[in-house]
């Protein structure tokens, strides 16, 4: 079964709102069997919003469109679907009755806005959106099927998790997709392709390997489409155990690309606790660690020392070593990881100290070179890293390199 | 002149990858003069490839392709673009030269993936990366422009930045485009829409308003397109103030939607420090601030004080307020915050305590309850905020307000 997503909304095409829309949603209906063929996002007129929809129930069975749905002028999907497929504009009382709430709510009074909500098309099934005043819009046509959604992220997330799905599921009957991946940490990706040439070669004929490339990891990715989940589940994952034999220190997970919350399952279930201490990194592996649901269980804090004087003062950095070294040095940086672990009295402590750019660099320390330590029961263990000259790409790095750091030590 | 942004990877399909590619490349050829008629991903097949290249060059004038130009067997954008446009691969001795001193930099030896970089079309002007080992590839047809380039969004951008748009910008006489953003916080965007109706049909003809809601703010756009600049711009600016004068409070720039930068400036140019002391927004407030270059001029670090021992010991809060009134209460907050002022001698200092969820909630303090404030050398302001059940959007918005309230401090 094919699916197309469209993506309607000039901020889109002018490049102000990035589409995390087409992405989320892609991977929901991925998991469920459906194979993605376009995402296309498109301008906000009648004309574009009209061919594209053309185009895709052409093409594809299911069509999940986003935005437009909104309580201003400059939304116009719902008139156009609504001409589309022929129906009359009504107005939908338990839609009202839910817009009323949420409006009331948070204080306010319902307005002309508010109330033109309620207002939908006669010929479509309406969605209940659990997050937001504009419903989902479920039109079919011809065996096909199109839903409109409204454009901001959490309102389409709740349309599509508490009715989109069950109802697509009940519709049609689909194939099993496995998207096996493989997360790495240190190869670049030219030469892990040249390390695992032989093993790619010999993958059986069903299987489809893909490389990804992101700042400080390379994940591997290998799909197989069939009927039978646990045999092809079972065919991908010998090949991963011989994957796993070629490169066993550089493949830090199967399941989850997101370190934070690998780390964060690795220290509840050993009842550990963690603190950090970031210079370079600014924050962001404390909030790589607490974005994780649960992680106030783990997780103590942070000093976050951009100055060499907090350095000294919280994390009893010795200022002759910062004198001798330069804060970004491994006197420095083990200090700092120690220095965090005793005040805050947790097991695991980590912490960075480098120059993260675009400016502040040396001959003998560049743009890029970033010290990372990492305090554990046994001691601390450090060592120094030469990134790019990007400053974001630098901090993500770091922040990964970091995790993937204290992730190895258990 | 239309432009057309086509994304080639399965991984965005199956929403393994976010496309920030597609939205880059827009905000800066919209700012150059392209109207952007579409954005498509596509998958990694050559069918797929060839139907979209063909679709796009009939449509627009220019065509700016993305990925699958990789060393490994998965990318197949070159060889089909080079049949499309009826070429021969060769080995390009510039190429070959940049990539071996890549490589040789990292420490690696040239391998054949390496070495294969180096083949490209012989009718195509080869552009350089100077962030990567894949060049990209400039095709003209028909008087049309179809640039390829590798997926990796840090390589894209130099190649953009360092040949694209002088090329394009050579090639094209471009009209002036004018998106002014107008960035609120404070009123849900249904509100803000009433509040400004009567502005909103005054506005003369030329001009196309856009509401754009994300976490804790709703940006305006208004948009023109024409020959001459400044005439425009001054038609713009004329409304933009007379929008400020009916939500004077709400509107927080016409910039930059990055509150960082904005603080930054602020604190720079006024010469004062910052600090933080987080809670619930665990770090993401010290990262918004740090992320900015040359933030360590004025920003001193932070306390992550998630555990209350740590509120407690690193931040000077009163146990026994934290037992009376909890640790989400304005007591804590205000405590936080001139705790850090004086513990890292800032002028001012941020602090959050919430909870994020999707537990720890309670009858009297549900999810998404966060107490901020702001001390400042003239005192503590802080206020109690009721946002919603979603962890990520509460962490955003928790630090998106707290940013808000420094700046409204100046």
Known sequence: ?????????????????????????????????????????IADTAEAILGAVENA??????????????PTKDDLTMPVLNSYFGGNLVRDEQVYKHIEEIITSRGYVMNQHNQDQAIVPDNCKVVHNANGTAPGLWFEKDGKVLVA?????????????????PWLKEKYELPEIINQMVYTQGIPESMLAEIIADWEDGLPSGIKLAYLPSPGRVK??????????????????????????????????EESEDLGEL??????????????????????????VTRVAGSSDYYKGSVIAYANEVKIA???VKSTDIEQYGAVSQQVVEQMAVGVQQKMKTDYAISTSGIAGPTGGTDEKPVGTVWIAVATPDGVISKKYQFGKLRDVNIERAAMTALGMLRSCF
């Not at 052409?58 to 909104?70: A, C, E, H, P």
């Not at 589940?233 to 997970?253: A, C, F």
């Not at 050993?270 to 603190?275: D, E, F, I, P, S």
Request: net charge negative; aromatic share 4%; glycine share 8%.
């Open 57 to 70: 129930l052409q093409n594809s069975d299911v069509v999940l469109v986003t935005g437009g749905l909104g």
């Open 149 to 165: 959604m409204p454009g901001v992220p959490y309102e389409t997330k709740a349309i599509i998790t508490d009715t989109v799905i």
């Open 314 to 316: 919280e994390l009893d």
């Open 220 to 253: 591997l990715r290998l799909s197989m489409v069939g009927k039978n989940r646990s045999t092809m589940q079972s065919i991908v994952d010998e090949q991963v155990e011989l994957l796993k034999q070629i490169i066993p220190d550089n493949v830090y997970s």
């Open 1 to 41: 079964m094919n699916l197309d997503i469209i993506s309607i909304g000039d901020e889109l095409l002018i490049g102000q709102t990035l589409n995390t829309n087409a992405h989320w949603i892609s991977k929901e209906m991925n998991a469920i069997g459906f194979a993605i063929r376009e995402h296309l996002s």
């Open 263 to 288: 780390i964060g399952a690795l220290l509840k279930s050993t009842g550990k606790t963690l603190a950090t201490a970031e210079s370079c990194t600014g924050g962001y592996v404390s909030h790589l």
